[in-house]
């Protein structure tokens, strides 16, 4: 190759998009564009090779008038051409820049993740070596946590049995811990603990006393009897050496069916009441109850009378006098000159008999009468009331005397 292979490349790195390829053997053994390696800038360095293939612009003009050349226009090409060959040189392949990391392969825990380069940078062409080397690379990669469902650890040793005696339960128990739920996971299903029932021997059974049967009948069929009622040991009975019932399995009271009849009994005699006179003859009474006892629950009442009258004071009543009434007044015993006249009574209405008190009072009035003056006469006049204390007992006199008009009262 008349250019080194080192120069020649960076150009075909560039100009390898640009390129016409063709079906014409010429041109692709040629595919060098001079006029775009002349003005980039990028290719300052490269000019001075440009400037040498200078000579071949004319044929850039052609190739660009043939872009659309079927593969049969081969002579005409040859022909166009100032240059009388063109020398075809070797391009090695190199790699692109590597690619962006691919999506990590799993969403939560440790993946992978890939990344790729092609080997077109530039691509080998006239028998080059192709890209030495891998165009993959692969690198973990960390996600989220990844959920973790919980999964039961081994079930535990059973435990003793809860009771020494009778039924009780013996327990195991296991932990949601082989492992522990995570990140989300789901929980263990069933349950963290199992319990069976065990049985080491038959627990004592203390007796119980069962509900009081009925009551007997009462030992009377009224007033006060007797009655008595049982109960059994059997709520539960005793069993496996437990204590029996404690306390009496009989119970006895009294009792009273309907009360019995009772018949009725005199009390005693109550004292005599008060006569109905104190004399002249009366009657007096005294009574008895029905109460001793009463009649009860259809018992027979008392035989005979509740009432004794009896007679009482027969003897004589005292008489007490009674004044009868008054007799006319007598005769007046002066026509003037204040005279007096008097009236009297008798104690017999009734007289007093039997030790009866005599009347009380007087037996006789004395009043004054004609007390007018006498005509030419001045002279004493008396009136005179005779006193009586009692029957047959003395007598007082209380007399009243006047001169003319003037009067003065005298006792004697």
Request: proline fraction near 7%; include cysteine; glycine fraction near 10%.
């Amino acid at each position: 190759s008349i250019y080194p292979t080192q120069v020649i490349n960076p150009i075909y790195a560039y100009l390898r998009q640009e390129t016409i390829i063709c079906n014409i053997k010429f041109l692709v053994s040629c595919q060098v564009e001079v006029l775009h390696c002349c003005l980039m800038e990028a290719y300052r360095s490269l000019r001075p090779l440009c400037q040498t293939l200078e000579h071949t612009y004319a044929w850039l003009k052609t190739l660009q008038a043939l872009r659309w050349a079927r593969p049969n226009s081969e002579y005409k090409v040859q022909h166009t051409l100032k240059s009388s060959s063109c020398n075809p040189f070797s391009v090695h392949g190199g790699f692109s820049e590597w690619a962006e990391w691919g999506v990590c392969s799993v969403s939560c825990g440790i993946g992978s993740q890939k990344r790729l380069r092609q080997c077109n940078n530039p691509l080998p062409a006239n028998g080059g070596r192709h890209c030495v080397g891998s165009d993959k690379e692969t690198r973990s990669c960390q996600g989220k946590p990844c959920p973790v469902d919980g999964n039961w650890s081994e079930w535990s040793l059973w435990e003793e049995c809860s009771r020494n005696c009778g039924q009780g339960n013996r327990t195991r128990i296991r932990t949601c811990s082989d492992p522990p739920a995570q990140h989300g996971g789901r929980t263990c299903e069933g349950k963290a603990v199992e319990v069976i029932m065990c049985s080491l021997r038959p627990c004592p059974v203390a007796g119980n006393w069962g509900s009081w049967l009925p009551w007997s009948p009462c030992s009377e069929t009224c007033g006060k009897g007797m009655q008595s009622r049982l109960r059994l040991c059997n709520n539960p009975p005793p069993a496996f050496d437990g204590r029996r019932c404690e306390g009496s399995d009989t119970q006895t009271h009294m009792c009273k069916e309907r009360p019995c009849p009772v018949d009725g009994k005199w009390s005693s005699w109550v004292s005599w009441g008060a006569c109905s006179v104190s004399c002249g003859g009366g009657t007096r009474q005294r009574t008895r109850l029905c109460a001793s006892p009463a009649p009860q629950y259809g018992g027979r009442q008392c035989e005979g009378n509740d009432v004794h009258i009896d007679f009482c004071n027969s003897n004589p009543c005292p008489i007490d006098g009674n004044w009868g009434l008054w007799q006319l007044w007598g005769e007046c015993s002066a026509s003037c000159g204040n005279g007096e006249r008097t009236r009297v009574r008798l104690c017999n209405s009734p007289s007093p008999n039997n030790g009866g008190r005599p009347c009380p009072g007087d037996s006789s009035q004395l009043s004054r009468c004609n007390t007018q003056a006498c005509p030419g006469k001045t002279f004493w006049y008396c009136i005179c009331v005779q006193l009586s204390a009692g029957f047959n007992t003395l007598f007082n006199t209380l007399c009243f005397c006047q001169v003319g008009p003037k009067r003065r009262e005298e006792a004697s």
